[in-house]
Nanobody
């Protein structure tokens, strides 16, 4: 089992920055993908960003490209999402997710391959 714990959410004004973290514990792995998804009230969960655990390949939703950066620290089993130039439409609960093993690139932005999910951290951007 892998446990994921997010932290770092909060309230920020539009144009500001936040960094959320996801710490993995339990059975860790050397292959796979870790990602961030978010869900706003009344909306479906949507993909934000993902990173391969060993290769450092990164993937971003079009809505966050150029503003968000995903990174990882394998020594700490932690993935980060640096969010800059935040907009009110970024307001959502942000979830960390992880999957072990190979994931076809056309599935990385979907929730289906991910076996493990965190409890979520609220990000609120005021206008």
């Amino acid at each position: 089992q892998v446990q994921l714990v997010e932290s770092g959410g909060g309230l920020v004004q539009a144009g500001g920055s936040l960094r959320v973290s996801c710490a993995a514990s339990g059975r860790t792995f050397s292959r796979g993908v870790m990602g961030w998804f978010r869900q706003a009230p009344g909306k479906e969960r949507e993909f934000v960003a993902a990173i391969s655990w060993s290769g450092g390949d990164t993937y971003y939703a079009d809505s966050v490209k150029g503003r968000f950066t995903i990174s990882r620290d394998n020594a700490k089993n932690t993935v980060y999402l640096q969010m800059n130039s935040l907009k009110p439409e970024d307001t959502a609960v942000h979830y960390c997710a992880a999957v072990q093993g190979y994931v076809p690139s056309n599935y990385i932005a979907t929730p289906w391959p991910y076996d493990y999910w965190g409890q979520g951290t609220q990000v609120t951007v005021s206008s």
